[in-house]
């Protein structure tokens, strides 16, 4: 009997040593991130079998069981990728809401000064001062500009360098995984099956800051280790093996990254495919709102010079000669695919403002033709045959300087980049075309009662425009030159010819004369400064429907929007985020208050089982002393 309390003893005070390394692990831990409590798991031993029944033969530590639930796990990845997208987002976003919604440093201020300085030289169209101003002017818009698309490029740049270096951390993370997957199966093969509880929390923590970085799912094997997927089912770790993740520029910007598996020719992108985290949204906020930004800017940009040009080519300045263009504007942007085997290069020009749309656009080749697909929103707008021509959203396409095109062949079209491009190219304030170079006026003679009510110039590269030309009335129709133009009954006739455009109101006598004439030295005339100060208020974008200053506050709205959403969406994910890992504390997390009390409890079960092997040594002590009697 005393060699079972003996065995008895020995094991409750073996059991009980360890659920206090247990309970002391736990508490050395408190602090580990990702650590999950442990218990351990006590059982009876098998007992002897006697003819008064079964008798005990103490405890035995079958197991060390750790605190966790699959289920809370999940959901923590989850709202830690959510919370890692939005915030990056709103991060990435505010500073360029900041930028062009700002009253001072956006673009507002500039163009109501530009505008203001147009409008002093029609007020005074002598004066040398007003023009020099309204050259200073065009030159602080269009360097406002440029610091704004320089501002909106450097966000872009950061953009592409955080994607590279998340795109390693996730490598890097992956490869620790694998690792641990391959302990982990070693370690169980060891033990005989048993969970190396601290290498499944260490594997889970690096899942976990995996999914800060980009959205996870596992699915855990047979022997143990987890095959780990990010973003929309993309493998980066199965087994042992990590599939390494690149950024490298992919396509015809050579300062674009994308991410994909393999390196130079192998390179396979992923990009549309990786969603979540802080990569999922450095790839969303550069295509969502970086892009957009910049093309709109450049929408604005294009808007302004090329109406502003329009206008200023017809009219005429201080030397009675032909306005010329005011800014000069680049080409727009037509990069090769990488890989393209065509030669040359397609020509890409502007030709309606108000047609204009934000995007960039790709053009492809199938063997057979071109199509032109908007990247905005992924419309197909167009196709042409090889050496064809093409006209949409304001642009015109002509393919006639590409050859020996292939199927596969691409091309990207970057029509709005110009912000950062633009110039004044007149220098001397003389050269302002303040005035037109046509005038009109009724013969002294006419006896009807019509007037001159405008003149305009519609072509000044017509080169009849400023020769003299006179429009008679003759039965019922306005005759100038071969042009026969019928008296209009709603009372203004319009008459087009040499470029220019005459509106009559009123009903004239027949052979009444209307003269057209060259107005060279007419130095106080404004008209045209009038039209270049009325630009301000004209519907220039959005099919004639938007001004200029409409068309910019499009673009702030858009990314104010953006930036609004992302930073609601951001506080929310955040109080999940929260109450995920609350959930994640209450079902894994260790309780110094809890552990603290298994330690009291588990210090007097040791004491008491070595006072169990204290008794039975005395039990024995007497037995030998009434031996030896």
Excluded: C
């Amino acid at each position: 009997m005393s060699g079972g309390i003996f065995g008895i003893g020995t094991s409750a005070l073996l059991a009980y040593q360890r659920a206090l390394d247990v309970t002391g692990h736990n508490i050395a831990n408190v602090a580990t991130d990702g650590y999950s409590r442990q218990r351990l798991e006590l059982a009876t031993q098998t007992p002897i079998q006697t003819g008064i029944g079964a008798i005990g033969t103490g405890v035995a530590a079958v197991g060390i069981d750790r605190s966790a639930d699959a289920f809370v796990n999940a959901n923590l990845l989850q709202t830690t990728s959510a919370e890692a997208y939005e915030r990056t987002y709103a991060d990435i976003a505010a500073p360029i809401d900041d930028l062009l919604g700002d009253a001072d440093a956006g673009l507002t201020p500039a163009l109501q000064s530009f505008f203001a300085a147009v409008h002093d030289v029609a007020t005074d169209p002598t004066s040398t001062a007003a023009r020099q101003q309204l050259l200073s002017r065009g030159g602080a818009l269009v360097d406002r500009f440029a610091a704004l698309q320089g501002r909106i490029d450097e966000q872009r740049a950061a953009t592409n360098g955080s994607i590279a270096s998340t795109v390693e951390e996730v490598d890097e993370i992956g490869t620790g995984i694998a690792e641990l997957n391959r302990e982990i199966v070693a370690a169980r093969a060891r033990s005989g099956g048993e969970p190396p509880n601290d290498l499944l929390d260490r594997r889970e923590e690096l899942v976990r800051q995996l999914s800060e970085r980009v959205s996870v799912s596992t699915v855990e094997q047979s022997d143990g280790s987890v095959n780990v997927f990010v973003g929309r089912g993309q493998a980066l770790v199965v087994g042992f093996t990590t599939q390494r993740l690149t950024a490298q520029p992919a396509g015809p910007d050579p300062t674009r990254v994308e991410v994909g598996f393999g390196d130079g020719a192998a390179f396979v992108p992923v990009s549309s495919l990786l969603t979540g985290g802080r990569l999922g949204a450095l790839l969303a906020v550069r295509d969502e709102l970086i892009d957009p930004a910049s093309n709109g800017l450049g929408r604005v940009a294009l808007a302004v010079a090329q109406s502003f040009n329009e206008t200023h080519e017809a009219g005429m300045d201080l030397n009675g000669r032909q306005g010329e263009a005011f800014f000069s504007v680049p080409a727009p942007q037509v990069l090769a695919g990488r890989g393209n085997a065509a030669t040359g290069s397609p020509t890409l020009a502007v030709t309606d403002v108000s047609a204009l749309e934000a995007s960039d656009y790709e053009i492809r080749f199938d063997g057979a033709a071109w199509s032109v697909r908007r990247l905005a929103d992924g419309a197909v707008v167009g196709s042409a045959a090889p050496n064809g021509s093409l006209a949409f959203d304001g642009l015109s396409l002509d393919l006639a300087g590409v050859s020996a095109e292939q199927s596969g062949d691409s091309f990207l079209l970057r029509p709005m980049r110009v912000a950062d491009r633009l110039a004044v190219r007149i220098g001397d304030p003389r050269a302002v075309a303040a005035a037109l170079p046509v005038r009109a006026e009724a013969s002294a003679s006419n006896a009807g009662a019509a007037a001159v009510q405008d003149v305009a110039v519609l072509d000044p590269a017509d080169p009849a425009l400023r020769s003299a030309a006179d429009v008679t009335f003759t039965g019922g129709n306005f005759v100038v030159g071969a042009e026969i133009v019928p008296l209009d009954p709603s009372g203004d006739t319009t008459i087009d010819a040499n470029g220019w455009r005459l509106v009559v109101r009123g009903t004239p006598a027949d052979g009444d004369v209307f003269s057209v004439r060259d107005n060279s030295g007419a130095v106080g005339d404004n008209r045209n400064a009038l039209a270049l100060a009325g630009l301000a208020d004209r519907g220039t974008l959005a099919g004639g429907t938007a001004t200029i200053s409409e068309g910019y506050e499009a673009v702030v709205a858009d990314v104010g929007v953006k930036t609004q959403r992302a930073k609601l969406d951001s506080d929310v994910q955040a109080q999940l985020l929260d109450h995920a890992k609350s959930q994640r504390e209450s079902v894994s997390g260790v309780n110094l208050d809890e552990e603290a009390a298994n330690l009291l409890r588990y210090q007097q079960a040791y004491q008491a089982a070595a006072q169990v092997i204290a008794t039975a040594g005395t039990m024995f002590d007497t037995l030998l002393a009434a031996v030896r009697r």
